[in-house]
């Protein structure tokens, strides 16, 4: 369009100027006018049209990319939430976040503007290079001499800024895991009085990353004037070699327009060639990451659908469980039973396998030899998450989620009420704490409960299991951080409230409130000493010793 209006023009001002001084000429001019407003009128219809089709394109593919980052974010999350507890130990929280967040990221890229603009770049180069060859065969050598040493020119300073890019985001995530775990630690870093130290550190990876930056943006500097460098040189060879064309005859001077315009379009998708390579090979690393994990099958699958209560009898049959990763025998041939309400202690030094009985029933980990039973039924063949939602479980490691007291709490039971919240933190001595923080219930606990002690984290993380309204209780060593006073108080409601339900407490401290049907002492994973209290007591090994010790302690503080 542009060539023709061109070359009307040229030709209607040359009859223009031959009619000079005949009355034709004013009608000239005004033919010359309306002839240049049609074409003006008619290439902004075009640019509107063209316009609306690339917002159509645009909302087709970078919508659709979009919508598959979408969908991968929740079925990587979801298949995070499936895998066993041994892939989080055998990989850490960081690689699991890059792979959700920048992998996606960089694969959507390909998904989107990598097809995009290769479909773009594909449709132009046969539409354009067809019409520039139908005008001149030579001319349109010429001017897309300068564009194959542009694409590589480009896929070059593509790579390097990749390079640079990668040592930059490696370097962010050491700073930002550097701040996360001052924060986090903030409390150890001022009392060892390492505030400039930590400073001193931190501003030497800020430098790190600020040179890396720098570095990254000198190559930037290279890219736009080394793409208008070989557009420009572009351009003037076909300025040069069209306008010998022209005195020839062979051409019309809006062909050299026509063919400025054509190389023009040529050039972002001629320049998108390098980057388009350089997104592909990201993606397909990414994808390669991301699969890796996908790939990965849970160890602990649900076999059934099967949501009964469950009487709590529970039967250890020749357990020995070894670590996966580790190879670490943490049991060898545990055996013992509880029948419904009956309440047992597991006592024993660190190490000596105590936890590993709660991952084992609440089937974190299957068992290496042996069987466990639930009211007679191998638990491998039991409804997983019934298993688990009808277990209450408070870890010795207490975790509380940043958000306020009552959504911790009702974290255990969704559908509870903000009076069965309260009721709940009452039975784990909570309650007065709570109520005499500033907002109450609707206190922020902040990361990992940093805001609360530990042991008002530990009666938190107890109103949690509690409110489940469990079957069956594990608490594992929960207790370690509490005054005796509250410490009755729980156990009183444990003695009275739960008297049939099913309780495993594991811990360090013998508890004389307590009346416990059965005591294990375990050592090196495998039960040492076992009976009652009174029973362990007469036999004087372990069970007695610590009594004794405990018992010592104890007439220490009174007195």
Known sequence: MIRQALDLVIENIGMYKTLDG?????????????????????????ALTMGIFMYFMRQTIIV????????????IFDHYEKLSLSFYKRNNTGDLMSRITEDVSKVRMYLGPAVLYGINLTSLFILVIYSMLSVSVELTLYSLLPLPFLSISIYYVSSLINKKSEEIQIQLAALNSTSQEVYSGIRVVKSYVQEIPMIRFFAKQSDSYKDKSMGLAKINAMFFPLMLLLIGASTILTVYIGGIQVTKGNITPGNIAEFVIYVNML???VTAIGWIASIIQQAAASQKRINEFLNTKPDIINPTIDPVPLKGEIAFNEVTFVYPDTGIKALDKVSFKLTKGQKMAIIGKTGSGKTTIADLLLRMYDV????????????????LANLRQRTGYVPQDVFLFSDTIAGNVAFGRNEASREEVEKFTKYAAVYKDIKALPEGFDTMVGERGVTLSGGQKQRVSIARALIKKPDILILDDCLSAVDTNTEQQILG?????????????????????LNFDQIIVLEDGHISESGTHEELLRKKGFYYEMFEQQRLEDEKSLS
């Open 267 to 269: 050039t972002w998708p």
């Open 22 to 46: 005949f009355e034709n000429q004013a009608a000239m001019y005004a033919i010359v006018g309306k002839t240049l407003l049609f074409f003006g009128v008619l290439v902004l219809i075009l």
């Open 493 to 513: 409601y444990l003695n009275n409230a739960l008297s049939d339900k099913t309780t495993i407490i594991i811990t360090h401290r013998i508890y004389s409130m």
């Open 64 to 75: 659709m990319s979009r919508l598959i980052e979408y969908d991968m974010r929740k079925e």
């Open 368 to 383: 290496s030899e042996g069987s466990i039973t639930i009211d007679g039924k191998d638990i491998r063949k039991m409804d």
